[in-house]
C-alpha cells in the first residue's frame, strides 16, 4: 500500500514536473478556456436569458472541454521514444501508473479549472464567493469521476487511429452523470438554496467516483499489457 | 450443418414467428381505449428494447470473462452481440418517437428512459468504432472488453441521473411487484412476441458470431 502510493507519486511528480517546466500545455489548455467562456458570452442573448440561469452550463461545458483537452495530452507525451514500454519495464505495478496518471491529471485539470472558475466569475460577474467552498467541492467530485474513466480512456486511444475523435466519442457518455448532478448543484449553490438541497447530488457523485476510480485501477493492466 | 447456416435457420424461425406476432398484435389483441391503434407499436418497442438491454448485458459479460480466461470466441461474441443489439437500440429509438409523437406530442423528450436507451446506443457505437480503429486483434478485445465492462456500469448511473426528475414514459406494466396490468390477451401477446424477439436476437448473434469466426480463420 505504502509501495503503491509512493510509485504513484513518483509518476505523478514525472508528470507534473515535466508540466511544469514546458508549461505550453497548461498555458494552452487556460488560454482553451478562456475562449470556450468567450464563445459561450457571444453565443447568448444577455437580454433574453438571465446570466443565473444559465451560469451552471456555461461553467461545466467549459470544465468538459477543458478536461477533455488535458486528457488527449495525458499519455500523447509516454508515446514518443517508445517511453510507455520504459515506463511498463520499470518495477513499478500497473495501478501505481494508473493511480500517478490520475493524480497528474487532477492536478493539471485542476489548475485549469481553477483559473476557469474565477475567468467565469469575472466576465459573468457570478457571485461565487458566498458558496465558493461548496462550489470547489462539487467541482473536486465531479472532476474525480470524469478523469478516472478519461485517464483509463486516454491510454487506449492514444493506439488507435482518430485518437483525438475517439476520445470524445468514447468519454463524453460517461461524463453525463457527473454533469448531469453537478449542473443541479451547481445551480442551486448560485441561486443561494440552502447546502441541504445539494447533499443528494454530491453523494451521488461521491459514488460515481468510488465506483468508476475502482474499476478503472482495475481495468488499467488489461489496457497497457503487452 | 455449419454454424452460420444453424444461425439462418434460427433466424428464419424468428421472423416466421414475427409475421405471427404482427398478425396477433393486429387482429387478435383488442384495441387500447385511450391509445387506440398507435398502442400496437408497444408489442414492437418493448420487445426490441429487451433485446437491446440483453445484448448490451452479455457485451458485458462475455467482456469480464474475457479479461479473466483471454479466450477470443468470449471477444467475438461480445463483438457481434453489440453488432446486433446496435440494431435493436435503433429498432426501439424508431419506434419509440412514432408513438410518442400522437400520445405524448412530442417526437422527443429527455425522459430517464429515453435517455437511458439513447446512451446504451451510443456506448454500442462507441464499441465498434473503437472495433474499427484498433488493427491489432489482441489489443482491440481488451481494448473493447474494457469498454463494455465500462459501458455496463454506467448505464445504471444514466438511469440514476436522469430518473430523479420527473418521468413521462409509461410506467412499468408487466414486471412490477403487483400483478400485470392489463389483459390476458395483450399480455399474451407481449409474453410472445419477447420470445420471438429473444430467438431473432439469437439467430442474429450466432450468424454474426459465425462471420467473425470464418474472417478470423482467413487472417490467419
Redesign the interface.
Known amino acids: 500500500m505504502v509501495d503503491l502510493a509512493r510509485q504513484a507519486w513518483a509518476i505523478a511528480r514525472k508528470d507534473l514536473l515535466l508540466e511544469f517546466r514546458s508549461r505550453t500545455a497548461i498555458i494552452s489548455a487556460a488560454v482553451f478556456t478562456a475562449l470556450v467562456l468567450v464563445v459561450f458570452n457571444f453565443g447568448r442573448d444577455p437580454t433574453a436569458v438571465p446570466t443565473l440561469t444559465i451560469a451552471p452550463s456555461i461553467l461545466w461545458v467549459t470544465f468538459s472541454f477543458s478536461g477533455m483537452m488535458a486528457l488527449n495530452r495525458a499519455f500523447a507525451l509516454e508515446l514518443e521514444n517508445q517511453a510507455l514500454e520504459g515506463l511498463l519495464l520499470s518495477p513499478i505495478s500497473r495501478y501505481s501508473l494508473y493511480l500517478g496518471k490520475l493524480a497528474a491529471n487532477l492536478v493539471f485539470v485542476a489548475a485549469v479549472e481553477t483559473i476557469g472558475l474565477f475567468l467565469f466569475a469575472l466576465f459573468f460577474d457570478v457571485p461565487i464567493w458566498d458558496v465558493l467552498a461548496a462550489l470547489v467541492g462539487v467541482i473536486a467530485l465531479a472532476t474525480v469521476g470524469f478523469i478516472a474513466?478519461g485517464t483509463?480512456?486516454s491510454a487506449?486511444v492514444i493506439?488507435?487511429?482518430?485518437a483525438e475523435l475517439?476520445l470524445p466519442?468514447?468519454l463524453?457518455?460517461?461524463l453525463?452523470?457527473p454533469l448531469?448532478?453537478a449542473v443541479q448543484a451547481t445551480g442551486a449553490l448560485l441561486a443561494a438554496r440552502p447546502l441541504s438541497e445539494v447533499t443528494?447530488s454530491l453523494k451521488?457523485l461521491a459514488a460515481?467516483d468510488i465506483?468508476?476510480v475502482t474499476?478503472?485501477t482495475f481495468?488499467f493492466p488489461?489496457?497497457v499489457?503487452q | 450443418m455449419t454454424l452460420a447456416q444453424r444461425g439462418r435457420w434460427v433466424t428464419l424461425i424468428g421472423l416466421a414467428l414475427l409475421a405471427v406476432v404482427y398478425l396477433r398484435a393486429l387482429a387478435y389483441t383488442p384495441v387500447e381505449l385511450h391509445q387506440g391503434p398507435a398502442q400496437k407499436i408497444f408489442y414492437i418497442h418493448v420487445p426490441a428494447a429487451w433485446s437491446a438491454m440483453l445484448a448490451m448485458g452479455l457485451v458485458g459479460l462475455a467482456s469480464i470473462l474475457y479479461l479473466l480466461v483471454k479466450d477470443p470466441r468470449y471477444d467475438r461474441f461480445a463483438a457481434a452481440s453489440a453488432e446486433v443489439g446496435t440494431a435493436f437500440s435503433l429498432v426501439m429509438l424508431t419506434t419509440g418517437p412514432i408513438w410518442a409523437k400522437p400520445i405524448w406530442g412530442t417526437w422527443w423528450t429527455w425522459d430517464a428512459r429515453l435517455t437511458l436507451t439513447l446512451f446504451l446506443f451510443f456506448i454500442f457505437l462507441g464499441y465498434l468504432l473503437l472495433r474499427g480503429t484498433v488493427g491489432d486483434a489482441g489489443l482491440r478485445a481488451r481494448y473493447s472488453a474494457v469498454l463494455g465492462i465500462c459501458g455496463l456500469v454506467l448505464l445504471p448511473f444514466i438511469h440514476l441521473s436522469v430518473y430523479l426528475f420527473r418521468t413521462l414514459h409509461p410506467q412499468p406494466i408487466v414486471l412490477k411487484p403487483s400483478a400485470p396490468s392489463l389483459p390476458g390477451s395483450m399480455l399474451a401477446t407481449l409474453l410472445f412476441s419477447f420470445a420471438v424477439f429473444t430467438v431473432l436476437y439469437l439467430g442474429f448473434v450466432i450468424q454474426r458470431y459465425a462471420i467473425g469466426d470464418g474472417r478470423d480463420v482467413g487472417d490467419a
Open positions: 474513466v483509463l480512456f487506449m493506439r488507435t487511429r482518430f475517439m466519442v468514447l463524453l457518455p460517461f453525463i452523470p448531469v448532478w443528494g451521488l460515481y465506483v468508476f474499476l478503472a481495468l488489461a489496457v499489457e
